[in-house]
């Protein structure tokens, strides 16, 4: 196997399929197209602070404090269950 064949042959492996000579020609080909603009990328000069991009939306993180706070009532939850064991819905058995 050509040293061209092996990162497209590794590659299947690990996804475990497999990919004929003809196949793993083709991906290498399209891995090496993806590595040469990634280089491409590499030379671009960027001024020094220059933000990174992220997005074209505004994001934070939707993080809250965990807190603990007022529930609903064990017992009003369980009128509304079709069937329950008194601290349980109960549901028919799934196999």
């Given at each position: 196997m050509s040293q061209s064949h092996t990162s497209a042959q590794k590659i299947a492996s690990l996804a475990r399929i497999e990919l004929t000579d003809e196949e793993s020609a083709k991906v290498q080909s399209e891995?090496?197209?993806?590595?040469?603009y990634i280089h491409q990328l590499d030379e671009v000069e960027i001024p020094d602070g220059t933000e990174p991009f992220f997005g074209a939306t505004e994001s934070t993180n939707a993080v809250r404090e965990d807190a603990v706070v007022p529930s609903f009532d064990r017992e009003e939850i369980l009128k509304n269950a079709p069937d329950s064991d008194g601290e349980f819905y109960r549901v028919p058995p799934v196999l």
């Open positions: 891995f090496d197209s993806i590595l040469e």
